[in-house]
């Protein structure tokens, strides 16, 4: 595998991520250029696979889809957004109630 089929393999998860992670915020690419202070095409270009962000502009990213970088890059997280708010819920929960969600999770297995 050379590096350009690398770069490449690697741009198209990063555009495949970014845009079902933008689909779930439910916004459109154009709307999310402008909120970044891009242009209206910005993250279609990147969608599409014709360029990447640089990392500065990656992290403000990653905020507006109230994600880190990290959960950005685990695939195995298909809705990082989510979780985040859950984990919030989770934690407020005394240790009876916790117990309970715990039972319910582990019965869907």
């Given amino acids: 595998m050379t590096d350009n089929t ?3 393999a690697f741009a198209n ?3 495949m991520r ?3 992670l933008r689909e779930q915020k439910g916004v459109s690419a ?3 250029s402008l909120s970044l202070g891009q ?3 910005y993250i279609n270009g990147i969608e599409n696979g014709k360029s990447l962000p ?3 502009t990656f992290f403000y990213i990653c905020e507006y889809l109230g994600v880190t970088p990290c959960e950005f890059f685990d695939y195995d997280n298909r ?3 989510k979780m985040n708010s859950i984990m919030n819920y989770l934690i407020r929960l ?3 109630k916790l117990e309970h969600v715990y039972a319910i999770i582990e019965d869907m297995q």
Avoid: Q
Wanted: charge should be negative.
């Fill in 6 to 8: 690398n770069e490449s």
């Fill in 30 to 32: 154009r709307d999310m």
């Fill in 79 to 81: 809705n990082p957004a």
């Fill in 13 to 15: 998860e990063f555009a």
């Fill in 18 to 20: 970014l845009s079902k």
């Fill in 39 to 41: 242009n209206a095409g």
């Fill in 54 to 56: 640089s990392m500065a």
């Fill in 94 to 96: 005394d240790e009876s």
